[in-house]
């Protein structure tokens, strides 16, 4: 509780991420009930909303809570400057990259006489903030005596960099303008199945490690095993997001058994978690079973036929939500829950709505009965989408509450005198 009030700035402008993020895929739902000014489309949308969830709530906090782990209060050494520098960094680009996304997606736009894909630049700062924050991590590291790294960190943070790498190739084959369409839709999918199923993963891991203060000997395999399995598997799973007509032979191959692999090592780790915290586990439970249903959908995907769920869409993006917002915002929003002294009733708000939001996805997959559909399902989509976002501003509003009374002790006293 203490290191966020210390730096409160940066996790704040995390949840504010989250909720303008989640606001705009509400607006995204809302579109299919009722007509969206002229000037914004789905497209844009869809990338804005993504975009920011990527930059400003599935990284930038992930690493706030690396740099709590390593060194938790004020620090002048040149390391930790550097992770405080690079956070704030990513805040500003990945903020700025949020309005380029929403007006003009990854179209240049004319400043002067130069024609500048601005969404694309502000990606490229936000990345190379990741580099800095791993730079000083590591020097940090290095220099500091007597800590003991969490693998499971480190292993995400190597995802998080080779990740990178997919969108880097991604924009100079754009730029260049060379290769086939199956190559720039592969490198795009290259970034995100290893930022998803690699660093947002293994980041979760970390976090259930570090809570539960599970040790190595509780691991049913050792944990390097496990990060190896997750590491190999999800670059290879880049396929699954590529239309049907694309993919050859040996891709289904690397996707289904990358799929197999990350699987067998999210399996692995929920055992091994149960197994030594049974009686202890409290509320990490529920991001527990949301890794165990992905890790179910991932072995159904990669052992069934390819036509019966590659071209459905609404798969793709149940599956999506249920790591991004089942397994990770849960388990974060558990994690700072844990940091404070809040009512547990402010976290099962957040996991109510990401269930019903989950729920409601499934109506526009192929697993809801067709003669159930109807407009009504648009209606559903947009009331549900809107839930998480009212969620996480009462949570952020109530943490920021307490912080601000524990940072200001005399200011709360006199407050609670008033009232």
């Known amino acids: 509780m203490t290191s966020l009030a210390?730096?409160?700035?940066?996790?704040?402008?995390?949840?504010?991420?989250?909720?303008?993020?989640?606001?705009?895929?509400?607006?995204?739902?809302?579109?299919?009930?009722?007509?969206?000014?002229?000037?914004?489309?789905?497209?844009?949308?869809?990338?804005?909303?993504?975009h920011l969830m990527f930059f400003g709530w599935a990284s930038l906090l992930p690493l706030y809570l690396i740099k709590l782990d390593i060194v938790s209060g004020y620090h002048a050494a040149f390391g930790v400057r550097l992770m405080k520098n690079a956070l704030w960094w990513i805040v500003i680009f990945g903020l700025l990259s949020y309005p380029a996304f929403l007006l003009y997606g990854y179209k240049p736009i004319m400043i002067g006489s130069a024609s500048l894909p601005l969404s694309v630049i502000f990606s490229g700062m936000v990345m190379i903030g990741w580099y800095v924050f791993m730079v000083g991590y590591l020097i940090t590291r290095r220099r500091k005596k007597g800590y003991q790294p969490n693998v499971f960190f480190d292993?995400?943070?190597?995802?998080?960099?080779?990740?990178?790498?997919?969108?880097?190739?991604?924009?100079?084959?754009?730029?260049?303008?060379?290769?086939?369409?199956?190559?720039?839709?592969?490198?795009?999918?290259?970034?995100?199945?290893?930022?998803?199923?690699?660093?947002?993963?293994?980041?979760?891991?970390?976090?259930?490690?570090?809570?539960?203060s599970i040790e190595e000997d509780d691991f049913v395999v050792p944990p390097s095993v496990l990060i190896g399995l997750i590491a190999i598997g999800a670059p290879l799973t880049f396929p699954y997001g590529i239309s049907e007509g694309l993919i050859n032979f040996d891709l289904s191959v690397a996707a289904r058994t990358g799929g197999i692999l990350i699987a067998e090592g999210v399996l692995l780790f929920v055992y091994?978690?149960?197994?030594?915290?049974r009686k202890n586990i409290s509320i990490w439970i529920w991001p527990l079973l949301f890794l165990v249903l992905k890790s179910v959908m991932q072995v159904i995907a990669s052992v069934s036929p390819m036509e019966m769920w590659l071209s459905d869409h609404g798969i793709r993006i149940l599956y999506l939500h249920t790591i991004l917002l089942g397994a990770f915002t849960v388990g974060i929003i558990w994690f700072l829950h844990q940091m404070s002294i809040m009512q547990?009733?402010?976290f099962y708000f957040v996991l109510l709505s990401v269930v019903l939001l989950l729920m409601s996805l499934v109506l526009m997959t192929s697993l809801w009965p067709e003669s159930l559909t109807g407009l009504w399902i648009y209606d559903a989509?947009?009331?549900?989408?809107v839930l998480p976002v009212v969620a996480v501003l009462l949570f952020w509003l109530k943490l920021k509450r307490l912080v601000d009374e524990e940072h200001h002790p005399a200011e709360a006293i006199g407050r609670e005198v008033v009232l």
């Open 155 to 212: 292993g995400a943070l190597v995802m998080l960099f080779v990740s990178s790498l997919g969108a880097w190739a991604v924009g100079i084959v754009q730029m260049a303008d060379v290769g086939s369409v199956l190559l720039s839709k592969a490198l795009t999918h290259f970034f995100l199945s290893t930022f998803i199923e690699g660093w947002i993963i293994l980041l979760l891991m970390g976090l259930i490690t570090k809570a539960l």
């Open 381 to 385: 989509l947009a009331v549900t989408a």
């Open 6 to 50: 210390k730096n409160s700035g940066i996790w704040q402008w995390a949840m504010f991420s989250f909720v303008l993020a989640g606001l705009t895929g509400f607006l995204f739902r809302l579109g299919f009930v009722q007509p969206l000014p002229a000037d914004l489309n789905f497209e844009n949308m869809r990338h804005a909303h993504s």
């Open 344 to 346: 547990k009733k402010y």
């Open 272 to 277: 091994s978690v149960i197994k030594g915290r």
